[in-house]
């Protein structure tokens, strides 16, 4: 039996209880709550490895769920939504989730993705403990502290390390698919625009030219480049 508990907060009981079926045949503890505020107080009392949140509740909606359980305690979040919105899903990942997948989802693909967020959670994203510095842009592993042009910046943890792998080697082209596994720790191909979400938020964090598009290639670091 798996130790790791798991949250899922998902209002429809549908998709909550056949979510939490499939986890627990997969060995998980899990335990549901359908609503934004119990939501909390369970992540709160039962205090998860994971949590599965739904971005749309009843209460208190995805992201002030999202916010509060990440003040209290970091926390690995995979988000459910029936949004296909790019703004609501950098919101999201902003405020600390660290994937998501979009309704209907496989679940398959969910069991794929919260493996993988476990995987990285426990191996502590297998960072270096070198900063890295480059023209204004400093970044610590040993603190997860980010400055840039003299400002500190406030990443989530998965800004953070996209930005890091970008970063010790700068001027090299990353394809979506390499970023995905090396930052996330899967390969499923509809995890790709999870990548693009992430790199948006940075830009809109850090300014537009922190990382550079290459097109029908991927991404480099957009400082400290001859681009």
Known sequence: ??????????????????VAARLRAEGFDVQIARDGFAGVELCRSYRPDL????????????????????????????????????????VGLGVGGDDYV???????????????LLRRAEGGGDLDQDPV?????????????????????ELTPREFELLYRLAR????VFSRAR?????????????????DSHVRSLRSKLGADIVRTVHGVGYSLGVGSDA
């Open 51 to 90: 949590v599965v949140l739904d971005l749309m509740l009843p209460g208190l909606d995805g992201l002030e769920v999202c916010r509060r359980i990440q003040r209290d305690r970091r926390t690995p979040v995979l988000m459910l939504t029936a949004r296909d919105s790019e703004t609501d899903l950098e």
């Open 133 to 153: 510095r480059i023209g204004s842009l400093v970044i610590d592993p040993a603190t997860h502290e980010t400055r840039f042009d003299g400002h500190r910046a």
């Open 169 to 172: 080697t700068p001027g090299v």
């Open 179 to 195: 970023l995905l596994e090396e930052v996330w720790g899967h390969t499923v191909a509809s995890g790709e625009r999870t990548v």
């Open 102 to 116: 979009t309704k209907p989802f496989s679940p398959r693909e969910l069991v794929a993705r919260v493996r993988a």
């Open 1 to 18: 039996m798996d130790e790791r508990r798991i949250a899922v907060i998902e209002d429809e009981p549908s998709i909550a209880d056949s």
